[in-house]
Protein backbone atom coordinates (compact mmCIF):
# COMPACT_ATOMS: atom_id res chain seq x y z
CA UNK A 1 0.00 0.00 0.00
CA UNK A 2 0.92 3.21 -0.39
CA UNK A 3 -0.13 5.69 2.75
CA UNK A 4 0.36 9.57 2.55
CA UNK A 5 0.84 10.19 6.37
CA UNK A 6 0.14 14.16 7.29
CA UNK A 7 0.94 15.33 10.16
CA UNK A 8 0.47 18.08 12.71
CA UNK A 9 1.56 19.19 16.16
CA UNK A 10 4.59 21.62 16.60
CA UNK A 11 6.39 19.69 19.02
CA UNK A 12 8.77 16.92 17.89
CA UNK A 13 9.47 15.85 21.48
CA UNK A 14 5.55 15.72 21.81
CA UNK A 15 3.44 12.15 22.27
CA UNK A 16 1.98 12.92 19.08
CA UNK A 17 5.09 12.95 17.31
CA UNK A 18 6.19 9.68 19.08
CA UNK A 19 2.81 7.80 17.60
CA UNK A 20 3.88 9.34 13.90
CA UNK A 21 7.39 8.01 14.37
CA UNK A 22 6.16 4.91 15.67
CA UNK A 23 3.29 4.67 12.97
CA UNK A 24 5.95 5.44 10.18
CA UNK A 25 8.06 2.64 10.80
CA UNK A 26 5.47 0.14 11.54
CA UNK A 27 3.83 0.93 8.49
CA UNK A 28 6.95 0.50 6.49
CA UNK A 29 8.00 -2.54 8.48
CA UNK A 30 4.63 -3.97 7.20
CA UNK A 31 5.91 -3.75 3.52
CA UNK A 32 4.08 -0.18 2.87
CA UNK A 33 5.69 2.55 1.17
CA UNK A 34 5.15 5.57 3.42
CA UNK A 35 5.36 9.06 2.80
CA UNK A 36 5.21 11.69 5.03
CA UNK A 37 3.84 15.72 4.99
CA UNK A 38 4.75 16.79 8.20
CA UNK A 39 2.61 20.38 8.20
CA UNK A 40 4.60 22.35 10.85
CA UNK A 41 7.91 21.07 9.83
CA UNK A 42 7.29 21.93 6.20
CA UNK A 43 6.13 25.37 7.38
CA UNK A 44 2.89 24.93 5.16
CA UNK A 45 0.76 27.81 4.59
CA UNK A 46 -2.53 27.14 5.47
CA UNK A 47 -4.55 30.12 3.92
CA UNK A 48 -6.18 29.36 1.02
CA UNK A 49 -5.60 32.78 -0.69
CA UNK A 50 -4.97 34.52 -4.35
CA UNK A 51 -1.04 33.67 -4.02
CA UNK A 52 -2.40 29.61 -4.78
CA UNK A 53 -2.57 30.37 -8.28
CA UNK A 54 -0.07 30.81 -10.73
CA UNK A 55 -2.80 32.17 -13.49
CA UNK A 56 -5.94 33.60 -12.45
CA UNK A 57 -8.89 33.20 -14.26
CA UNK A 58 -10.38 36.30 -12.84
CA UNK A 59 -8.85 39.15 -11.93
CA UNK A 60 -11.09 41.72 -10.82
CA UNK A 61 -12.95 39.71 -7.89
CA UNK A 62 -11.28 36.53 -6.29
CA UNK A 63 -13.49 33.46 -6.22
CA UNK A 64 -11.66 30.37 -4.64
CA UNK A 65 -13.97 27.85 -5.71
CA UNK A 66 -13.91 29.35 -9.74
CA UNK A 67 -9.91 29.46 -9.56
CA UNK A 68 -9.63 25.82 -8.06
CA UNK A 69 -11.64 24.37 -11.17
CA UNK A 70 -9.05 26.42 -13.42
CA UNK A 71 -6.12 25.76 -11.69
CA UNK A 72 -7.10 22.09 -11.40
CA UNK A 73 -7.47 21.57 -15.11
CA UNK A 74 -4.52 24.04 -16.20
CA UNK A 75 -2.46 22.52 -13.38
CA UNK A 76 -1.23 26.25 -12.57
CA UNK A 77 -1.37 25.93 -8.62
CA UNK A 78 1.38 26.84 -6.71
CA UNK A 79 4.51 24.94 -6.53
CA UNK A 80 3.56 23.65 -2.47
CA UNK A 81 -0.34 22.81 -3.71
CA UNK A 82 1.01 20.70 -6.47
CA UNK A 83 3.74 18.61 -4.48
CA UNK A 84 1.04 17.91 -1.88
CA UNK A 85 -1.70 16.92 -4.65
CA UNK A 86 1.27 14.36 -6.14
CA UNK A 87 1.46 12.54 -2.95
CA UNK A 88 -2.40 12.53 -2.69
CA UNK A 89 -2.31 10.88 -5.98
CA UNK A 90 -0.08 8.65 -5.03
CA UNK A 91 -1.76 7.71 -2.09
CA UNK A 92 -3.70 4.38 -1.50
CA UNK A 93 -4.20 5.59 2.15
CA UNK A 94 -4.22 9.11 3.88
CA UNK A 95 -3.54 9.14 7.62
CA UNK A 96 -4.58 12.50 9.17
CA UNK A 97 -3.30 12.57 12.51
CA UNK A 98 -3.86 16.02 14.76
CA UNK A 99 -4.52 16.84 18.27
CA UNK A 100 -8.08 18.52 19.00
CA UNK A 101 -8.07 22.03 19.24
CA UNK A 102 -11.14 23.72 20.05
CA UNK A 103 -13.35 20.40 19.07
CA UNK A 104 -11.68 20.37 15.96
CA UNK A 105 -8.24 20.04 13.88
CA UNK A 106 -5.64 22.58 13.90
CA UNK A 107 -5.95 25.73 11.46
CA UNK A 108 -2.55 24.22 9.80
CA UNK A 109 -4.62 20.45 8.90
CA UNK A 110 -7.91 22.15 8.07
CA UNK A 111 -5.46 24.62 5.64
CA UNK A 112 -4.08 21.53 4.25
CA UNK A 113 -7.39 20.45 2.87
CA UNK A 114 -8.97 23.50 1.95
CA UNK A 115 -5.92 24.19 -0.01
CA UNK A 116 -5.37 20.71 -1.65
CA UNK A 117 -8.82 18.84 -1.51
CA UNK A 118 -9.39 21.23 -4.02
CA UNK A 119 -13.08 22.12 -6.24
CA UNK A 120 -11.60 20.19 -9.65
CA UNK A 121 -8.94 17.83 -8.17
CA UNK A 122 -10.94 16.18 -4.99
CA UNK A 123 -14.56 16.81 -5.65
CA UNK A 124 -16.69 18.57 -8.42
CA UNK A 125 -20.20 19.31 -7.63
CA UNK A 126 -21.33 20.96 -11.01
CA UNK A 127 -20.73 17.40 -12.42
CA UNK A 128 -21.99 15.76 -9.17
CA UNK A 129 -18.63 14.16 -8.74
CA UNK A 130 -19.47 14.36 -4.70
CA UNK A 131 -20.04 11.46 -2.09
CA UNK A 132 -20.07 7.99 -3.85
CA UNK A 133 -19.14 9.66 -7.01
CA UNK A 134 -16.06 11.92 -5.23
CA UNK A 135 -12.73 12.15 -7.51
CA UNK A 136 -10.86 10.77 -4.58
CA UNK A 137 -13.33 7.33 -5.18
CA UNK A 138 -11.34 4.17 -4.24
CA UNK A 139 -8.79 5.91 -1.64
CA UNK A 140 -9.13 5.52 2.28
CA UNK A 141 -8.63 7.72 4.90
CA UNK A 142 -8.00 7.72 8.72
CA UNK A 143 -7.99 10.19 11.52
CA UNK A 144 -5.44 9.34 14.54
CA UNK A 145 -6.76 12.12 16.98
CA UNK A 146 -6.21 12.62 20.44
CA UNK A 147 -7.18 15.16 23.35
CA UNK A 148 -5.69 17.27 26.43
CA UNK A 149 -9.56 16.03 28.28
CA UNK A 150 -10.34 12.50 29.83
CA UNK A 151 -12.51 10.15 27.91
CA UNK A 152 -15.60 10.92 29.78
CA UNK A 153 -15.33 14.73 28.60
CA UNK A 154 -16.15 13.63 24.92
CA UNK A 155 -18.57 10.89 26.07
CA UNK A 156 -22.06 11.22 25.54
CA UNK A 157 -23.58 13.56 28.02
CA UNK A 158 -20.18 14.62 29.24
CA UNK A 159 -18.63 18.27 29.25
CA UNK A 160 -18.00 18.79 25.30
CA UNK A 161 -20.01 16.16 24.01
CA UNK A 162 -19.93 13.10 22.15
CA UNK A 163 -16.07 13.65 20.08
CA UNK A 164 -17.62 10.64 18.14
CA UNK A 165 -20.65 12.97 16.78
CA UNK A 166 -18.17 16.34 16.21
CA UNK A 167 -15.61 13.34 14.26
CA UNK A 168 -18.86 12.01 12.00
CA UNK A 169 -19.25 15.59 10.29
CA UNK A 170 -15.21 15.96 9.43
CA UNK A 171 -15.51 11.98 8.32
CA UNK A 172 -19.16 12.68 6.07
CA UNK A 173 -18.52 15.86 4.33
CA UNK A 174 -14.96 16.05 3.94
CA UNK A 175 -13.75 12.24 3.61
CA UNK A 176 -17.16 10.84 2.28
CA UNK A 177 -17.50 13.93 0.89
CA UNK A 178 -15.09 13.64 -1.62
CA UNK A 179 -15.72 9.68 -2.14
CA UNK A 180 -13.06 8.35 0.22
CA UNK A 181 -13.50 5.20 1.99
CA UNK A 182 -12.98 6.06 6.15
CA UNK A 183 -11.38 3.60 8.77
CA UNK A 184 -12.31 4.04 12.08
CA UNK A 185 -10.72 6.95 13.79
CA UNK A 186 -7.92 5.83 16.81
CA UNK A 187 -8.83 8.14 19.77
CA UNK A 188 -6.10 8.53 22.31
CA UNK A 189 -7.62 10.79 25.24
CA UNK A 190 -6.04 12.52 28.30
CA UNK A 191 -3.09 12.94 26.46
CA UNK A 192 -1.72 16.97 28.73
CA UNK A 193 -1.64 14.36 32.28
CA UNK A 194 -0.50 10.94 30.28
CA UNK A 195 1.95 9.11 32.79
CA UNK A 196 5.28 7.58 30.81
CA UNK A 197 3.26 3.88 31.43
CA UNK A 198 0.18 5.30 30.14
CA UNK A 199 1.96 6.59 26.92
CA UNK A 200 3.80 3.41 26.43
CA UNK A 201 0.20 1.44 26.85
CA UNK A 202 -0.92 4.24 24.56
CA UNK A 203 1.69 3.44 21.66
CA UNK A 204 1.27 -0.18 22.04
CA UNK A 205 -2.65 0.30 21.48
CA UNK A 206 -1.92 2.44 18.37
CA UNK A 207 0.51 0.00 17.18
CA UNK A 208 -1.41 -2.77 17.51
CA UNK A 209 -3.95 -1.40 15.93
CA UNK A 210 -1.88 -0.36 12.82
CA UNK A 211 -0.73 -4.20 12.27
CA UNK A 212 -4.21 -5.03 12.46
CA UNK A 213 -5.33 -2.76 9.71
CA UNK A 214 -2.29 -3.39 7.46
CA UNK A 215 -0.89 -7.30 7.99
CA UNK A 216 2.14 -8.64 6.27
CA UNK A 217 1.56 -9.31 2.92
Given at each position: MNILYIFAHPEPKSFNSSMKEMAIKTLGKKGNNVRLSDLYLMGFKPVLDQKDFLQRKKTDSFNPFLEQMTASKEGTFSEDIMAEMEKVKWADILIFQFPIYFTGMPAIMKGWLDRVFAAGFAFDPVKQ?????????????????????????????????????????????????????????????????????????????????????????
Amino acid sequence: MNILYIFAHPEPKSFNSSMKEMAIKTLGKKGNNVRLSDLYLMGFKPVLDQKDFLQRKKTDSFNPFLEQMTASKEGTFSEDIMAEMEKVKWADILIFQFPIYFTGMPAIMKGWLDRVFAAGFAFDPVKQNVYENGLMKGKKAMMVITTGAEEDWYSPGGKHGDIRELLRYISHCIFEYVGMEVIDTHLTFGVGKMSSERGDEELNRYQEKLSSLFPNP
